[in-house]
């Protein structure tokens, strides 16, 4: 059977990261440039994780019926085989395309 934790250890685990949080609130309290460097990098990051976030929700459905095309075809439903904006350009040059067979 497993010992159980010392408390020993979760006292020194605790008595770091009380530590720890007391001195990255003083700094975060401080008015050096390098708190407000960081305080500029994590508002863009949080910021940026929200945008992404509510970007997702807005435009995640549109994307992934972009990956997983409906039709015929492989495990993601499959490519047509020539691209619908790309069939003047085979009728000018008047060669047909080549297939993986050739």
Known sequence: M???????????IMDGL?????EFVEDWLANDMRVAIFKILFSWLVFS??????AWKVYG???NDMYY???????N??????AP?????????????KTHRE
Request: zero cysteines; proline letters at 4%; a negative charge.
């Open 2 to 12: 497993e010992e159980p934790w010392d408390f020993e250890f979760v006292s020194r």
């Open 18 to 22: 009380v530590s720890f949080l007391s």
């Open 49 to 54: 994780l929200i945008a992404i976030h509510f």
């Open 61 to 63: 459905n549109t994307v």
């Open 69 to 75: 095309r409906q039709g015929t075809g492989g495990q």
């Open 77 to 82: 439903g499959g490519t047509p085989d020539t």
């Open 85 to 97: 904006h790309l069939s003047g350009w085979e009728s000018a040059a008047g060669e047909a395309f």
